[in-house]
């Protein structure tokens, strides 16, 4: 369940004060904050005070409160009690009418469905964050997943964590920071994303937005139609087509190029050793093979991360474990274990929810880590082949294990009898396993993913877990 962002016992205790008109100016300060800042607590305060309307209309049903059971003294109340209770009636509804108007503008003035969430952690909103909720003016903070926006216009805006969007109209938000891919129908022409140093507008099209995190630099690439991109600074405008890209800083906007194939880590934790059955081999060696590159100059390249793609140019990810100490009858049981976390490189939108593949090799064959490419890594297809994939003559399956679209970190991999088998068939000798992913991106500039290497400085590297067999007594 997801937690309150507010003190809701706190909360209690200062509607009971208005309820009894005991505030103290700094308790009414604390309230009119809380209201202000959570759609939960604006909720929770119109439900209890129109409880409490209710119920004095109920217990009184429009009589005068001196006839009521446990009333003080006629004398004392016949007075004014009538008096008191329209008073009380009107004020309960005034409070009620000025909440609206003052602490709900933005569910009153909505222009945006929130279609979809995947895999979201959030941060600090000031909007509603459920799917299927109507959005206005705001900002939304997306610290890890994907997140797609509709707006009344017909324009389709998923985000990218980690990212920050205020919305301000049906054609018109604010890129604060992270990715935006975007689809404008011809109903939402002149659809418009800002950035800190863009001003992006659409005329039909589909394209993205990306906010590079330490220089703020934007990135625009367009896949469909045309977009115009001013440099609020220098006024300066370019026109980008499909399959054309450009960047703007702080002081100047890139020419028109055309497109590329295109944090703080937590702390390492490796595979949980289970018990003293289990020994941990990681990789004393590992690579990637289908490097990218535009004119001559290599795109796309990691040396923490081993990159896996399945796109125009596929990439495949290979490990190399020493296993020459160990017995083929010592095997009883695998795991492989692997740490994916964010590349930045591509848009986790235009992949699904990808499947990889875990492939053993089954003639030895030596490579190097420093020199493997495609022309002599093994089971790697020649050229006119690529899209083929790996040369799967030369390979077992050993599993396959699936990341989720908008998941950015995480442990993954395989186990069970395939890979078992296959290290007991080669156990004492060097080995190689083959990553790669077996969906494909939606169309070009799909997500990179990355999986860490050994020489990831935090992660821990890809592991096998061997359980050993027990020595007979």
């Known amino acids: 369940m997801k937690p309150m962002d507010f003190d809701k016992n706190r909360l209690l205790e200062l509607i009971a004060g208005v309820l009894e008109e005991d505030l103290t100016d700094a308790d009414r300060e604390t309230l009119n904050s809380m209201l ?28 005068v409160t001196e006839f009521m059971p446990g009333a003080t003294s006629p004398k004392k109340s016949s007075r004014f009690s009538g008096i008191q209770f329209t008073i009380m009636a009107a004020a309960a509804c005034l409070v009620l009418i000025a909440l609206f108007a003052l602490f709900r503008p933005s569910e009153m003035n909505t222009f945006v469905t929130l279609e979809q969430a995947k895999s979201v952690l959030w941060e600090n909103n000031d909007l509603p964050t459920t799917e299927g909720a109507r959005l206005g003016g705001g900002t939304l903070r997306v610290a890890e997943g994907l997140v797609t926006l509709r707006f009344d216009s017909g324009a389709e805006v998923t985000l990218e964590a980690p990212a920050e969007l205020t919305l301000v109209d049906e054609m018109h938000c604010i890129l ?35 906010i590079d995190p330490t220089s703020n630099e934007t990135y625009t690439q367009v896949y469909e139609g045309l977009v115009e991109v001013e440099h609020p600074k220098t006024g300066k405008v370019a026109s980008l087509r499909a399959g054309e890209r450009n960047s703007a800083g702080i002081d100047s906007m890139s020419e028109v190029l055309q497109e590329q194939d295109g944090s703080d880590w937590p702390a390492t934790i490796g595979p949980a050793m289970r018990d003293s059955e289990w020994k941990s081999f990681e990789t004393n060696k590992d690579s990637y093979v289908g490097r990218a590159f535009i004119d001559n100059v290599e795109v796309h390249r990691s040396e923490t991360l081993l990159l896996v793609k399945n796109g125009t140019v596929p990439r495949y990810s290979y490990l190399g474990f020493d296993l020459r100490d160990l017995a083929p009858k010592q095997i009883a049981d695998a795991n492989l274990t ?76 395989i186990e069970g009898e395939a890979l ?30 990355g999986f860490a290497s050994r020489r990831h400085p935090k992660l821990a590297p890809p592991t096998l877990l061997i359980r050993l067999e027990k020595a007979e007594d």
């Open 176 to 210: 604060l920071s992270g990715a935006a891919v975007t689809y404008v129908p011809d109903s939402a022409i002149g659809f418009r994303i800002k950035t800190p140093y863009a001003d992006v507008v659409d005329f039909g099209t589909r394209f993205s937005v990306k």
């Open 338 to 413: 692997l740490n994916f976390a964010p590349t930045d490189f591509g848009f986790a939108s235009l992949v699904p929810d990808a499947t990889f593949s875990v492939y053993g090799l089954l003639a030895n064959q030596t490579w190097n880590e420093d020199s493997i490419n495609k022309g002599n890594a093994p089971a790697f297809p020649p050229n006119r082949a690529i899209r083929n994939g790996l040369d799967k003559s030369k390979l077992k399956k050993l599993g396959s294990f699936v990341i989720e679209q908008g998941v950015q970190r995480g442990e993954f991999g």
């Open 420 to 449: 078992a088998t296959f290290l007991h068939e080669h156990a004492g000798s060097e080995i190689t396993l083959i990553v790669g992913r077996d969906t494909k991106e939606i169309e070009r500039d799909g997500l990179v993913h």
């Open 36 to 63: 202000r800042k959570s759609t939960e607590a604006r909720q929770v305060y119109l439900q209890h005070t129109h409880l409490h309307t209710r119920l004095h209309l109920d217990y009184t049903a429009g009589q």
